[in-house]
């Protein structure tokens, strides 16, 4: 492999890590903003919490294709990393399984 795929690759990769850990920290938010407002009936509730991790989700769902496209994941595995930002905690999760996968798959 070159020296050009690797730093594209590991650029990549870099991207997908923050924007998996924002989602995630995001998601994190919106979950209690939701438990707040339908469980405890907290009125009030900032409305905007949905529409930030709806735009940072976007970005996250941009740059694991990117990261995708760029490692050759299959299909499967690409839509499981998709869906990941869209449940609890998992972003965190599946975040460390890719990332240890592609840097032991391509050295980066």
Do not use: C
Request: proline share 3%; glycine share 8%.
């Amino acid at each position: 492999m070159t020296t050009d795929r690797k730093k594209k690759i590991g650029s990549a990769l870099l991207r997908y890590r923050v924007l998996a850990y924002v989602t995630g920290i995001w998601l994190l938010v919106l979950t209690g903003e939701m438990v707040a407002k339908y469980i405890f009936k907290v009125e009030n509730v900032p409305s905007w919490i949905a529409v930030v991790h709806g735009w940072v989700y976007l970005v996250y769902l941009i740059l694991t294709v990117d990261l995708a496209i760029k490692v050759r994941w299959p299909a499967g595995r690409t839509i499981g990393t998709l869906l990941a930002g869209t449940i609890p905690f998992l972003s965190f999760f599946v975040e460390h399984w890719r990332t240890a996968q592609v840097k032991r798959d391509f050295g980066v």
